[in-house]
């Protein structure tokens, strides 16, 4: 089973600033998912980031607010930009390969002050 | 499309009560999969189970049993003699199955509170 490291685990932030969330998997993968989990909400896709390729975004989100990176098979980034209060939640990044579960990050809590 | 409901949004049982959070799904893929996942307060997502749409076979993991009825679209999960651990919020989530990975598409949730 795939293990996926994700940091940090909670920020706290300035609106207007950014953070980068990464992800580091111990297998090589083709696609990874970054999901947001608002305050008591169900869990909603950002984007699919394939390496090699920019990410394909869901309705909703954009690449200018969500910027992500894939450089390699093991590793994927997702920036949240300028920052707002609204923009407090939890992150993660997941992956599943066709036969197996899902697996997922341990996930990053943010907090915009 | 696809699209996960959870009616119950919070259940409350005492401890030792046995426990059912249901989960209905729509989808137009002959072929999927689907989840529970458990969220506890620290907030990562902890795998429970994983169904393919082929396998109608309940399954029976300690205090945890699942029931899929194919014909009513529906994947309940079942908490036998509950215990205050369980307390987290759980959810049903579904994927298309097939070549390739998949993201899944999640319901929103059910929170169980065990009450000691």
């Known amino acids: 089973s795939a293990v996926i490291s994700q940091k940090p685990s909670r920020d706290i932030c300035q609106r207007g600033t950014s953070l980068t969330i990464q992800c580091q998997v111990d297998?090589?993968?083709?696609?990874m998912f970054w999901y947001r989990q608002q305050p008591g909400q169900s869990l909603t896709l950002i984007a699919t980031?394939?390496?090699?390729?920019?990410?394909?975004?869901e309705s909703g989100f954009v690449i200018d607010k969500f910027p992500i990176s894939r450089p390699n098979l093991t590793f994927s980034t997702l920036t949240v930009s300028n920052m707002s209060p609204e923009d407090s939640s939890i992150y993660l990044c997941?992956?599943?390969?066709?036969?197996?579960?899902?697996?997922f990050g341990q996930g990053t809590r943010l907090t915009v002050v | 499309a696809q699209k996960v409901t959870q009616v119950q949004t919070e259940i409350s049982v005492v401890e030792k009560e046995d426990v059912t959070l249901d989960c209905v799904y729509e989808?137009?893929?002959?072929?999927?999969?689907l989840f529970w996942y458990k969220q506890p307060p620290s907030g990562e997502l902890v795998f429970l189970i994983r169904?393919?749409?082929?396998?109608?076979q309940n399954e029976i993991s300690g205090r945890y049993s699942w029931n899929f009825q194919k014909s009513t679209s529906s994947f309940n999960f079942t908490i036998t003699a509950s215990q205050v651990v369980d307390s987290a919020v759980y959810f049903c989530?579904?994927?298309?199955?097939?070549?390739?990975?998949?993201?899944?598409?999640f319901g929103t949730g059910t929170r169980l509170t065990v009450i000691p």
């Open positions: 980031a394939n390496q090699g390729s920019e990410a394909t975004y």
């Open positions: 297998s090589q993968v083709t696609m």
């Open positions: 169904r393919n749409s082929f396998d109608e």
């Open positions: 989808t137009r893929d002959t072929t999927y999969y």
């Open positions: 989530a579904l994927s298309q199955a097939g070549a390739g990975a998949n993201n899944l598409f």
């Open positions: 997941s992956l599943q390969e066709s036969n197996t579960e899902a697996f």
